[in-house]
């Protein structure tokens, strides 16, 4: 007989008894099911700075920037709606950030035009719009949150103080706040805010005096600061935050890769997402229902420029390619929400000839498949 054929004969015979003689159990692995993702452009204008949020049936709202314009649009069901928030001879709807109160919209948005952090609501079937506090001049992203009471609270960059601060309605005046003060000659600061159960604000902040991430909150009296990354580089100021159902802080951002924190006790624990040198740019995260975090962000990965999609599931990240488009054109600024079923929007926007704001949807929410693997017990 030949000596190969003797061999595969033997060794099959031995996992033959071995199978017969010892109990098989199984390991299990889980693996997220693929997703597919339908996109729209929403606006081949020129447009900059896309905010999306849902509304109560798991309808997409975008609110974003374009040439003098502040706009604002609406999915119907069947098809997207476009409307003019404010029109200025001048650059506005710059860092727009929008919440929903129902579906009534509430959006903070910088206006070059006119210097000034200004806040737009729609009620009575217009568009009110006011400039809040002193001008400041152009410095970073605008972000707004509504509390309990639906009323709206905002951070901002003051880059002529070189200051974040802190304005909210109390149901009669805005109330303004310092929330920290930097030297140097100032850098783009991004920041987010979030508000927790008792509507106490909680932000993340890039600083660059000190090349560190920081997380903020206010606890009724005063503002305490902890130091989430104590080595970011300039590309960290890119940062986003969201709160689980135990008021804990979760933060997606940059530090030459994407990266995401959560506070763990005291102490800062962080994980890197994506390892790409250019992944985080643009990023918004929010968590599931199981407070689980998902981040929409663009990468570059040459020769092409992506939307990427990243989770958390079964103790491990996952990513997947939204959109891609080749060398020359680029995406900027994603904008993620979660609906009832966990299922991802996002809106983002696409920089080049073919200047764009664009919405994709995944045809459901990730979901884990339970793999089981053969294992021989002995």
């Not at 000034?116 to 609501?121: D, N």
């Not at 609270?153 to 909210?168: C, E, F, R, V």
């Not at 102490?267 to 199981?290: C, I, K, M, R």
């Amino acid at each position: 007989m030949n000596k190969n054929l003797l061999i595969g004969f033997t060794l099959l015979g031995t996992l033959l008894i071995t199978w017969l003689v010892n109990p098989v159990s199984a390991t299990q692995t889980n693996t997220p099911t693929a997703g597919h993702w339908q996109i729209e452009t929403v606006d081949a204008s020129d447009c900059w700075f896309p905010s999306l949020a849902l509304n109560d049936a798991g309808e997409p709202r975008i609110s974003y920037g374009a040439l003098g314009e502040l706009k604002y649009a609406q999915h119907n069901g069947v098809s997207w709606e476009l409307e003019f928030v404010e029109i200025q001879p001048g650059s506005t709807g710059w860092y727009s950030s929008l919440a929903l109160d129902s579906d009534t919209p509430h959006i903070s948005y910088y206006s070059p035009y006119s210097n000034s952090l200004m806040y737009a609501i729609y009620i009575d079937s217009s568009w009110q719009i006011q400039a809040i506090g002193d001008s400041y001049d152009y410095g970073g992203q605008t972000s707004l949150a509504l509390d309990n009471g639906r009323l709206p609270h905002i951070a901002y960059w003051d880059a002529t103080n070189l200051t974040i601060k802190y304005a909210y309605y109390d149901g009669a005046d805005w109330q303004f706040e310092a929330v920290t003060t930097m030297s140097g000659s100032g850098q783009d600061v991004s920041l987010a805010l979030t508000l927790d159960t008792a509507n106490q604000p909680h932000l993340c902040y890039y600083d660059y005096e000190n090349g560190s991430l920081k997380y903020a909150s206010r606890n009724g009296v005063g503002w305490q600061f902890e130091t989430v990354d104590n080595d970011v580089f300039y590309n960290g100021q890119d940062c986003d935050i969201a709160l689980d159902a135990q008021n804990r802080p979760h933060i997606g951002y940059r530090n030459l890769a994407l990266r995401y924190a959560r506070r763990d006790g005291g102490s800062w624990q962080s994980t890197v997402v994506d390892d790409d040198f250019f992944a985080g740019d643009g990023l918004s995260l929010a968590l599931d229902s199981a407070g689980q975090p998902h981040i929409s962000y663009t990468d570059w990965p040459v020769p092409e420029h992506e939307v990427r999609y990243a989770f958390l599931a079964g103790g491990h990240w996952w990513i997947e390619t939204v959109d891609a488009v080749p060398s020359g054109q680029s995406f900027a600024q994603t904008s993620l929400a979660l609906d009832a079923d966990d299922r991802p929007h996002i809106g983002y926007w696409q920089v080049g000839e073919s200047s764009a704001l664009k919405y994709a949807v995944r045809d459901a929410a990730p979901a884990i498949n339970q793999v089981y693997l053969p294992v021989i017990v002995r």
